[in-house]
């Protein structure tokens, strides 16, 4: 699978940000409607999200609720981007309204970071590419989970003002957000499979426009490093488990 992971660059502007914002709850039983000019035309009825996109169902021991954000300029208006299902203090972010602004195939990841290291320093100083060693799981037929796991070298000295990953000040492997990416089989990868970006035409058996874009994550509802689970936590054993097989069982719309 190619991964499209760049390298360290300064002076670098994000070009994209999504600000996600609970609407309602889980216990919330009246739909929820997005405004029409924003096409993403989303609806929570109950504890099952569903959208032009997607179809999805929350567990009893998960909240989920409607991702909205912001427009930007003089006339502000608030729209769907997705779902956002919660367990504690993760959070799993299923962005159906997310479209990359790179150009670039498969996208950048500064496009996605606040979904899953909203702790990484947003600013031109930061490096765009993940923090942690990548390990990569087969979550469903179509998808695969990519977990970043940081582990500081107990010889640097922590500057949290400055170091691009926001270095806990633990040497234990500590877990730094989780993505799905599409599954993307030898002999079958496409220039862009495998990417931050998941292309719901290519995931529905539909012609590629490559302008249907979409961006799933898992994260920590902090913005401290030093706040995030270690690798081996049973608690987060189970989160990861419990994610993947939520993000396994969207119904996905053609």
């Known amino acids: 699978m190619q991964r499209l992971h760049e390298v360290k660059a300064r002076g670098m502007t994000v070009l994209f940000l999504v600000v996600f914002t609970l609407v309602g709850t889980a216990s919330t039983q009246k739909a929820y409607d997005s ?16 959208d032009d996109k997607i179809e999805v169902h929350a567990p009893e021991n998960w909240s989920i609720a409607v991702a909205t954000a912001a427009s930007t300029g003089s006339a502000q208006a608030t729209f769907a981007r997705g779902a956002v299902l919660r367990k504690g203090k993760y959070i799993v972010q299923l962005c159906t309204g997310c479209e990359q602004a790179s150009g670039i195939a498969g996208g950048r990841f500064s496009e996605i970071a606040n979904m899953v290291q909203p702790w990484y320093r947003e600013d031109s100083g930061a490096m765009p590419s993940p923090c942690g060693k990548q390990e ?112 396994r069982s969207i119904r996905y719309h053609r």
């Open 35 to 50: 405004q029409n000019n924003f096409q993403l035309h989303a609806k929570l009825t109950g504890r099952t999200y569903r």
């Open 136 to 247: 990569t799981s087969k979550a469903s037929p179509l998808l695969d989970r990519i977990d970043f796991w940081y582990e500081r070298d107990p010889e640097h000295v922590v500057n949290e003002a400055a170091d691009d990953c926001r270095e806990p000040r633990t040497t234990a492997s500590v877990w730094y957000g989780s993505y799905f990416a599409e599954h993307c089989p030898a002999g079958a990868v496409t220039v862009d499979c495998g990417g931050y970006f998941l292309d719901h035409a290519r995931l529905t058996g539909q012609p590629e426009t490559g302008l249907d874009e979409m961006a799933f994550a898992l994260t920590y509802d902090t913005t401290d490093p030093n706040q995030l689970p270690r690798k081996g936590d049973p608690e987060l054993n189970q989160v990861l488990r419990e994610a993947t097989a939520i993000v």
